[in-house]
């Protein structure tokens, strides 16, 4: 006997074969996506390394504008302390001056003369004073001439005196003082 089957039979549909283009196109996206991500990730560790890298940077130039700061501060702090030096060594330099001039000045005057006035203006030097005898007073202006200390020596007359029984003679001398 024959058997017919009138049952529909169910049949496996035959797979249609993916067109080439379009398996190339996912391999190429897929392909896009990894070479994107690596360059994401290439790029944003990059990123990281050099936003690092600029705070480092950053901390160095804080802390070497400090130092800037500091060695100004010295450079500042030398400069002043040179300053005040200089300041010293002129003021004893002056201060050791008016000693020396009133020291030789003494040191030359003869017996018989005294200073009346003495001023001092810079370098020059005017002297008043009055003596017993012309002599005394000649004598005082040659010990000023021989000195070491005075330059330009100059006596500018003599004028007598008489103040009660006693004859004196007044005198002016300029001077200068030597430099160094």
């Given amino acids: 006997m024959i ?3 009138l049952l529909p039979v169910k049949r496996k549909k035959k797979l249609k074969a993916i067109p080439v283009f379009i ?20 790029t944003s560790s990059q990123l990281t390394s050099l936003q690092q890298q600029k705070k480092t940077n950053e901390a160095t130039m804080a ?18 302390l040179d ?41 020059d030097i005017k002297i008043s004073g009055a003596g017993f005898t012309n002599e005394d007073v000649v004598n005082y202006e040659k010990n000023l001439k021989k000195s ?22 007044q005198f002016n001398i300029t001077c200068k003082v030597k430099e160094g």
């Avoid at 398996?23 to 290439?42: E, V």
């Avoid at 050791?96 to 017996?111: A, K, M, Q």
């Fill in 83 to 123: 300053k005040k030096t200089g300041i010293i060594k002129q003021l004893k330099k002056n201060q050791s001056l008016p000693v020396r001039i009133l020291s030789e000045i003494g040191n030359v005057l003869p017996n018989g003369v005294w200073l009346q006035s003495m001023s001092v203006s810079g370098n």
């Fill in 3 to 5: 058997r017919v089957n």
């Fill in 148 to 169: 070491e200390l005075f330059t330009d020596v100059t006596l500018h007359g003599t004028q007598k005196s008489t103040t009660g029984k006693v004859v004196t003679y």
């Fill in 63 to 80: 802390d070497l504008k400090n130092k800037i700061k500091e060695v100004e501060n010295y450079e500042t702090q030398k400069q002043t």
């Fill in 23 to 42: 398996i190339n196109s996912a391999l190429f996206t897929l392909a896009a996506i990894i070479a994107s991500g690596c360059f994401f990730y290439y």
